[in-house]
């Protein structure tokens, strides 16, 4: 059995820096500034990781499950609830992972990263005569990913439902390097 990873553990942040194209940010002050979000909480992570791709992801998820270590995805950090932080190696797919790759008006479709933020996601529907209802307070900072985490919903849910009643498909890297689509 290998020794307990610490917080800003050097040994795991070069390995990691060895395999993705991505950053790696194990210094006090980042974790410090992933150490919170829209919550009274605040935990400092292992480390903060951004992938540039997902063959970053998925090298991330390897090496910490090899690690012991648990990964915490997140985005802008807007949960009030504190789902974005945690003791972990944080991995933000708000910088790099965030373009919409497909929009299909036939079907008023649109396949996105889960860094999109959906300000940003409207206004790119929006000449289109399209939008995603799903109107979080915080959309100017909310990002897809994270509102699928978090089954967000916003003023007007009832009307037209949480992010489970509009999202058609989430393709998601699990625990086990195993690639899942539902």
């Given at each position: 059995?290998?020794?307990?990873v610490?917080?800003?553990d050097?040994?795991?942040?070069?390995?990691i820096?060895?395999?993705?194209?991505?950053?790696v940010?194990?210094d006090a002050?980042?974790?410090g500034l992933?150490?919170?979000?829209a919550?009274?909480?605040?935990?400092?992570p292992?480390g903060?990781?951004?992938?540039?791709?997902h063959?970053?992801?998925a090298?991330?998820?390897s090496i910490?499950?090899?690690n012991?270590v648990p990964?915490?995805?997140?985005g802008g950090?807007?949960?009030?609830c504190?789902?974005?932080?945690?003791?972990?190696?944080?991995m933000d797919g708000s910088r790099?992972?965030n373009?919409v790759v497909?929009?299909d008006?036939q079907?008023q479709?649109a396949?996105?990263?889960p860094?999109v933020?959906?300000d940003?996601?409207?206004?790119?529907?929006?000449?289109?005569?399209l939008?995603f209802?799903?109107?979080v307070?915080?959309?100017?900072r909310?990002t897809i990913?994270g509102?699928?985490?978090?089954n967000?919903?916003?003023?007007?849910s009832?009307?037209?439902g949480?992010?489970r009643?509009?999202?058609i498909?989430?393709e998601?890297l699990?625990?086990?390097g195993?690639?899942?689509r539902r």
């Open positions: 059995m290998s020794n307990p610490v917080i800003g050097p040994g795991l942040a070069k390995h820096d060895d395999e993705i194209d991505g950053e940010l194990f002050y980042s974790r992933y150490a919170t979000d919550s009274i909480y605040q935990i400092e292992i903060v990781t951004i992938p540039r791709s063959a970053d992801v090298k991330i998820m910490a499950a090899d012991g990964v915490l995805p997140r950090g807007t949960s009030q504190g789902q974005t932080v945690g003791r972990a190696v944080v790099h992972l373009p497909e929009l008006l079907e479709t396949w996105v990263e860094g933020v959906l940003e996601l409207n206004a790119y529907l929006k000449p289109h005569g939008w209802p799903v109107d307070s915080t959309g100017s909310a990913g509102m699928g985490g978090n967000s919903c916003g003023a007007r009832l009307h037209y949480t992010i009643d509009n999202v498909a989430i998601a699990l625990a086990d195993a690639m899942r």
